[in-house]
């Protein structure tokens, strides 16, 4: 299964955030949230998880490049439970790396799903759209 599509969702009062009904399925009642690349929230199914970590675990702890790698990756992930309404709670370490106030964009990213703060990701979406007409016009000469 790969997770695709954009869907907004707000924080409720106790700062559990709605999982899409398109992606609840494919994560399971228990899956891993990490403090990603770009300042966003990455949430992995356990299996998807699980293969990232093993390639991580295999990498030479004699670099120190790896090491902060590997330090990164475990120091800022934890696991997360999905409730029977679809809810996940976002604590306040990960929505403050996140700039996480209230309304979110959840979007799909192949093995694992990106959880942004609302105004960040229209943004970078943007910044993105401009740079694919930049790189089009490239090709094109």
């Given at each position: 299964?790969?997770?695709?599509?954009?869907?907004?969702?707000?924080?409720?009062?106790?700062?559990?955030?709605?999982?899409?009904?398109?992606?609840?399925?494919?994560?399971?009642?228990?899956?891993?949230?990490?403090?990603?690349?770009?300042?966003?929230?990455?949430?992995?199914?356990?299996?998807?998880?699980?293969?990232?970590?093993?390639?991580?675990?295999?990498?030479?702890?004699?670099?120190?490049?790896?090491?902060d790698?590997?330090?990164?990756?475990?120091?800022?992930?934890?696991?997360?439970?999905?409730?029977?309404?679809?809810?996940?709670?976002?604590?306040?370490?990960?929505?403050?790396y996140?700039?996480?106030?209230?309304?979110?964009?959840i979007?799909?990213?192949?093995?694992?799903?990106?959880?942004?703060?609302?105004?960040?990701?229209?943004?970078?979406?943007?910044?993105?759209?401009?740079?694919?007409?930049?790189?089009?016009?490239?090709?094109?000469?």
């Amino acid at each position: 299964m790969y997770f695709n599509g954009e869907f907004q969702h707000g924080l409720d009062e106790k700062s559990r955030l709605i999982l899409p009904a398109d992606f609840r399925d494919s994560l399971g009642k228990t899956c891993m949230i990490y403090k990603g690349m770009e300042t966003c929230l990455q949430v992995y199914p356990m299996e998807a998880w699980e293969r990232q970590a093993e390639k991580l675990v295999a990498l030479d702890d004699y670099t120190k490049e790896n090491r902060d790698l590997k330090r990164r990756f475990f120091s800022g992930s934890r696991s997360c439970e999905i409730d029977r309404q679809g809810r996940t709670l976002i604590n306040q370490e990960f929505r403050a790396y996140a700039r996480i106030t209230k309304e979110t964009y959840i979007i799909g990213s192949g093995d694992h799903l990106q959880i942004w703060d609302r105004d960040r990701w229209e943004k970078y979406r943007l910044r993105l759209d401009d740079e694919e007409g930049t790189d089009a016009e490239d090709d094109q000469r």
